[in-house]
């Protein structure tokens, strides 16, 4: 379990309710949209606006606390900033599964990275496919 005041003290903010919540609905889900995230702390918070979600989100995502997961075709996604990871997204359900980065050689990144001189910062690499579920029911 996540210490959120801790995380969020980390980052330089105050551990509000309203930013527990996000990070309480995040941790339960895994990944998240702004309306999925919005609904689930609305349960607990029944006066939260949507526009406090939004507020939130984005300042936890400028503090690295949050990641942005963009999905092509669809509404970004979000989840608590762990360790770089792979993300295995189902074009069918839009579920995310999270998988090491380790399945990809960090030298092999570096060298492309290299190649035109770019320094690697963070890496984020999402994978478009069929969830084995979705595979099932065609």
């Known amino acids: ?9 980390q980052s330089g903010l105050k551990a509000t309710h309203q930013r527990i919540g996000v990070l309480e609905v995040l941790e339960d889900t895994g990944h998240s949209t702004i309306d999925e995230i919005y609904q689930r702390v609305r349960e607990q918070h029944p006066a939260i606006s949507l526009a406090t979600v939004y507020n939130n989100v ?4 400028e503090r690295d606390v ?16 762990k360790q770089d990871h792979i993300h ?3 074009q069918i359900c839009g ?8 399945l990809i ?6 060298r492309i990275a290299q190649k035109d001189e770019f320094a690697i910062a963070r890496s984020q690499i999402n994978i478009y ?6 595979q099932a029911a065609m």
């Open 66 to 81: 949050l990641v942005e997961v963009p999905i092509a075709g669809a509404k970004s996604r979000y989840e608590i900033k």
């Open 88 to 90: 295995l997204i189902c």
């Open 105 to 110: 050689s960090q030298k092999d990144l570096t």
């Open 1 to 9: 379990m996540i210490n959120y005041n801790q995380l969020l003290n």
């Open 58 to 61: 984005d300042i936890m995502l």
């Open 129 to 134: 496919g069929i969830c084995q579920s979705c």
């Open 95 to 102: 579920s995310v599964t999270d998988e090491s980065i380790d």
